[in-house]
């Protein structure tokens, strides 16, 4: 089979697929990696997928099933367009004629009820054009992707039970590590990371022994559920319990719960929203924080971080201190504001405001419609050199460089717990100056010495 940078067509463990080439890329759009997960299969873990001919992967697919506007506006997810129970697609962007390079591989955010992993803020062609293989996926949401109950449970003996949004990631993780070279990728070098809910998933990932060896680096981007106690599967399956019978069902089958319509099943709120992390004893053994704390989680190459105007810092901050005596932990701390956005975000950049920088997609930021600023560019530039550096360094890196003449070390005792912070002049401090807000300060910052 011909190599992606030369025809786009890829011979992959479940069939053949033909990219498009597209500037320094070639791209695949709405391959599927695992079996639909509907009928049967809604509410088990996701089964491997299979296709004859050729697939031509040139359109994205539905998002999972969420919330959407009527008028097509974009949800608060930032989404707007099909949604699907049908929906455990990913995307590829293949630098053309790559060899070994390094993957990444994207959990979105937003809550872990809307969002898609085909927004255009999550486009990979400038890590395509830097040499690395970016990969985005889409993963079950809502109820669909976090929810319990006794009769889901007892057909499942020794589980995995509940995590399903866990699960298809998992899935994904393995497709796309029997599948990268076949791409021009490495597959001994991949990099997970995730935003928000999408941290979290990362976390909680990092902290499962059903992942264990299918990624060798993970960035966690503003979660604040890294101090949160995951919750119990006997509580997830009494609030599964109540929902079946607000819905009518009060001694629900499997059977008549999988032959739910899926929007009538999210008509519940419970159910709707459903959770992100159940202690199965499986998937999810223990919280996050609490594996970290017993020292169990998978020792890769670690980096993370907040956001100026968020207040996510106080679990971020122990994950990295726990962190430390493993392997090397880059830990950053995202503080610009577009100039054009700086009357609107007065206090520092808030909640997802470093995702254009990340992925060097400024240019198609809705929050900037007559484009990016000189600064801000350079900033993105910037930003984005530091995640390539991470996804191409060794495993145990010392220091990441950035570009510019920036050069971002791991935290250590010796640098006082160095802290890359990211900005229109950005310079490394101690992990000691960042701090919560301070008494009667306006709740949800994360504040600065200086302020």
């Given at each position: 089979?011909?190599?992606?940078?030369?025809?786009?067509?890829?011979?992959?463990?479940?069939?053949?697929?033909?990219?498009?080439?597209?500037?320094?890329?070639i791209?695949?759009?709405?391959?599927?990696?695992?079996?639909?997960?509907?009928?049967?299969?809604r509410?088990?873990?996701?089964?491997?997928?299979r296709?004859?001919?050729?697939?031509?992967?040139?359109?994205?697919?539905?998002?999972?099933?969420?919330?959407?506007?009527?008028?097509?506006?974009?949800?608060f997810?930032?989404?707007?367009?099909?949604?699907?129970?049908?929906?455990?697609?990913?995307?590829?962007?293949?630098?053309?004629?790559?060899t070994?390079?390094?993957?990444?591989?994207?959990?979105?955010?937003?809550?872990?009820?809307?969002g898609?992993?085909?927004?255009?803020?999550?486009?990979?062609?400038a890590?395509?054009?830097?040499?690395?293989?970016?990969?985005?996926?889409?993963?079950r949401?809502?109820?669909?992707?976090?929810?319990?109950?006794?009769?889901?449970?007892?057909?499942?003996?020794?589980?995995?039970?509940?995590?399903?949004?866990l699960?298809?990631?998992?899935?994904a993780l393995?497709?796309?590590?029997?599948?990268?070279?076949?791409?021009?990728g490495?597959p001994?070098?991949i990099?997970?990371f995730?935003?928000?809910?999408?941290?979290?998933?990362?976390?909680?990932?990092?902290?499962?022994?059903?992942?264990?060896?299918?990624?060798?680096?993970?960035?966690?981007?503003?979660?604040?559920?890294?101090?949160?106690?995951?919750?119990?599967?006997?509580?997830?399956?009494?609030?599964?319990?109540a929902?079946?019978?607000?819905?009518?069902?009060?001694?629900?089958?499997?059977?008549?719960?999988?032959a739910?319509?899926?929007?009538?099943?999210?008509?519940?709120?419970?159910?709707?929203?459903?959770?992100?992390?159940?202690?199965d004893?499986v998937?999810?053994p223990?919280?996050?924080?609490?594996?970290?704390?017993?020292?169990?989680?998978?020792?890769?190459?670690?980096?993370?971080?907040?956001?100026?105007?968020?207040?996510?810092?106080?679990?971020?901050?122990?994950?990295?201190?726990?962190?430390?005596?493993?392997?090397?932990?880059?830990?950053?701390?995202?503080?610009?504001v577009?100039?054009?956005?700086?009357?609107r975000?007065?206090?520092?950049?808030?909640h997802?405001?470093?995702?254009?920088?990340?992925?060097?997609?400024?240019?198609?930021?809705?929050?900037?419609?007559?484009?990016?600023?000189?600064?801000?560019?350079?900033?993105?530039?910037?930003?984005?050199?530091c995640?390539?550096?991470?996804?191409?360094?060794?495993?145990?890196?010392?220091?990441?460089?950035?570009?510019?003449?920036?050069?971002?070390?791991?935290?250590?005792?010796a640098?006082?717990?160095?802290?890359?912070?990211?900005?229109?002049e950005?310079?490394?401090?101690?992990a000691?100056t960042?701090?919560?807000?301070?008494?009667?300060?306006?709740?949800?910052?994360?504040?600065?010495?200086?302020?």
């Amino acid at each position: 089979m011909p190599a992606p940078g030369s025809s786009g067509l890829v011979e992959t463990t479940s069939g053949a697929l033909q990219g498009s080439p597209e500037g320094n890329a070639i791209v695949f759009r709405g391959v599927p990696y695992a079996q639909p997960p509907v009928g049967e299969l809604r509410w088990r873990a996701p089964e491997p997928t299979r296709w004859d001919g050729v697939r031509v992967a040139d359109s994205f697919g539905p998002a999972c099933l969420q919330p959407v506007n009527e008028d097509g506006s974009p949800n608060f997810g930032g989404y707007a367009g099909p949604v699907s129970e049908d929906c455990l697609t990913l995307n590829i962007w293949a630098p053309q004629g790559a060899t070994d390079a390094p993957v990444m591989v994207w959990l979105f955010g937003g809550g872990g009820v809307v969002g898609a992993g085909s927004l255009p803020t999550y486009h990979g062609d400038a890590f395509a054009r830097d040499g690395v293989m970016l990969v985005s996926i889409n993963y079950r949401l809502g109820g669909l992707g976090g929810w319990a109950h006794p009769a889901l449970t007892a057909e499942k003996s020794g589980g995995p039970n509940a995590n399903y949004a866990l699960m298809d990631a998992i899935a994904a993780l393995r497709w796309v590590k029997d599948n990268a070279a076949r791409f021009g990728g490495d597959p001994d070098n991949i990099t997970l990371f995730g935003e928000s809910a999408g941290a979290t998933m990362t976390a909680n990932l990092v902290t499962s022994p059903l992942a264990e060896g299918l990624f060798e680096k993970a960035i966690f981007q503003s979660t604040g559920s890294l101090p949160t106690p995951g919750t119990p599967l006997a509580k997830a399956e009494a609030r599964g319990e109540a929902s079946a019978k607000a819905l009518g069902l009060p001694d629900a089958t499997a059977q008549q719960l999988r032959a739910l319509p899926a929007e009538r099943l999210l008509s519940d709120r419970a159910a709707a929203f459903g959770l992100r992390t159940i202690i199965d004893g499986v998937v999810k053994p223990a919280s996050i924080m609490e594996t970290f704390e017993a020292g169990q989680e998978q020792d890769v190459l670690l980096m993370l971080g907040t956001n100026s105007d968020e207040g996510r810092l106080v679990g971020t901050q122990r994950v990295a201190d726990l962190a430390e005596d493993g392997a090397p932990v880059f830990q950053y701390f995202f503080d610009y504001v577009p100039e054009t956005l700086r009357e609107r975000d007065p206090n520092g950049a808030p909640h997802a405001g470093e995702l254009p920088f990340v992925f060097d997609t400024l240019g198609t930021y809705q929050l900037l419609p007559q484009g990016p600023t000189g600064e801000d560019q350079g900033v993105a530039s910037l930003v984005h050199s530091c995640w390539v550096a991470f996804a191409k360094a060794d495993t145990d890196a010392a220091t990441l460089d950035c570009g510019g003449d920036f050069t971002w070390p791991a935290r250590s005792e010796a640098n006082d717990h160095a802290v890359a912070w990211l900005s229109g002049e950005p310079r490394v401090a101690p992990a000691g100056t960042l701090r919560s807000p301070p008494n009667g300060a306006e709740p949800g910052r994360t504040w600065r010495d200086e302020d």
